[in-house]
């Protein structure tokens, strides 16, 4: 990764796995640039950029298309180009990541589908123009409650499946420009976003015994994941969702010791 700058959003604190990634990229030589949201979180990544070597820190509501604009004009401005964005965000109501996915409200899955899936198209436009020339890589975070019913995760395995579908075609509109859109998966983690889902350490303790590998990923798992996603090494790969969890995904059912 040396030579190689990117962005990275959604890093809350030093469990997240966006720093996880943010910290594999540094080590590997990356130089990086970082988004927060509201003073309180930018105080938690101001001293941890810096420890990685970087002062780019940019204020970013996603949600906000003029606070979007305004960040990577600012990012243009110090690098005309870059080689990846890495986006870590996502976000639902905690008092509907419990109970039944039916009592979904309209206003919460309007809103988690607009952070957590839109945003990544919506970054996706503003990175292209600083990509086309030379190509680059995104990367988003996905996990299995996509695809197989998580007890709790509700309405966010919704807005997951949503983006990773949202990653295929990108991946096929930005790939004639050399430029890679993959997500990666990772078990549960213990995260503040993991937190917030209800029932999160059972979730996370069934994880870890059953999974064939008997664990559950680690910050570090997933940061070299995308090393190798943001790198040359994986200039070849795009459009796919890269599962970082212990192998649990091909599972039919507990180990027989857990039934």
Same mark, same amino acid.
């Given at each position: 990764?040396?030579?190689?700058?990117g962005?990275? $959003?959604?890093?809350?604190?030093?469990?997240?796995?966006?720093?996880?990634?943010?910290?594999?990229?540094?080590?590997?030589?990356?130089e990086?640039?970082?988004?927060?949201?509201?003073?309180?979180?930018?105080?938690?990544?101001?001293?941890l950029?810096a420890?990685?070597?970087? %002062?780019?820190?940019?204020d970013? %509501?996603v949600? %906000?298309?003029?606070?979007?604009?305004?960040?990577?004009?600012?990012?243009?401005?110090?690098?005309?180009?870059?080689?990846?964005?890495?986006?870590?965000?996502?976000?639902?109501?905690?008092?509907?990541?419990?109970?039944?996915?039916?009592?979904?409200?309209? @206003?919460?899955?309007?809103?988690? $589908?607009?952070?957590?899936?839109?945003?990544?198209?919506?970054?996706?436009?503003? @990175?292209?123009? $600083?990509?086309?020339?030379?190509?680059?890589? =995104?990367?988003t =975070?996905?996990?299995?409650?996509?695809?197989?019913?998580?007890?709790?995760?509700?309405v966010?395995g919704?807005?997951?499946?949503?983006?990773?579908?949202?990653t295929?075609?990108?991946?096929?509109?930005?790939?004639?420009?050399?430029?890679?859109?993959?997500?990666?998966?990772?078990?549960?983690?213990?995260?503040l976003a993991?937190? @917030?889902? *209800?029932?999160?350490?059972?979730?996370?303790?069934?994880?870890?015994?059953?999974?064939?590998?008997?664990?559950?990923?680690?910050?570090?798992?997933?940061?070299?994941?995308?090393?190798?996603?943001?790198?040359?090494?994986?200039?070849?790969?795009? *459009?796919?969702?890269?599962?970082? %969890?212990?192998?649990?995904?091909?599972?039919?059912?507990?180990?027989?010791?857990?039934l």
């Amino acid at each position: 990764m040396k030579g190689k700058r990117g962005l990275v $959003m959604g890093v809350a604190n030093d469990r997240s796995i966006a720093w996880g990634i943010a910290k594999a990229l540094h080590e590997a030589g990356a130089e990086l640039a970082f988004t927060y949201q509201g003073d309180a979180f930018g105080k938690r990544v101001e001293p941890l950029a810096a420890s990685v070597g970087s %002062d780019l820190l940019l204020d970013v %509501d996603v949600t %906000d298309d003029s606070s979007l604009g305004a960040a990577f004009t600012a990012l243009t401005e110090r690098w005309p180009t870059i080689d990846f964005v890495v986006h870590a965000i996502a976000y639902s109501d905690k008092s509907e990541l419990s109970g039944r996915f039916l009592e979904t409200s309209r @206003a919460n899955f309007k809103h988690s $589908m607009d952070i957590s899936a839109y945003s990544f198209i919506e970054v996706a436009r503003r @990175a292209y123009p $600083m990509m086309r020339d030379a190509g680059g890589t =995104l990367l988003t =975070l996905t996990y299995q409650g996509s695809n197989r019913v998580v007890p709790n995760y509700n309405v966010m395995g919704v807005a997951k499946a949503a983006l990773e579908a949202a990653t295929r075609y990108l991946a096929n509109d930005l790939g004639p420009d050399g430029i890679r859109v993959n997500a990666i998966s990772p078990g549960p983690m213990k995260t503040l976003a993991g937190a @917030a889902i *209800g029932g999160a350490r059972r979730t996370f303790r069934h994880t870890e015994e059953n999974a064939p590998l008997r664990s559950n990923a680690t910050l570090e798992a997933v940061g070299g994941t995308a090393v190798y996603l943001a790198s040359d090494a994986g200039k070849f790969t795009t *459009g796919e969702v890269i599962r970082v %969890d212990g192998g649990f995904h091909v599972l039919g059912m507990p180990q027989t010791e857990h039934l």
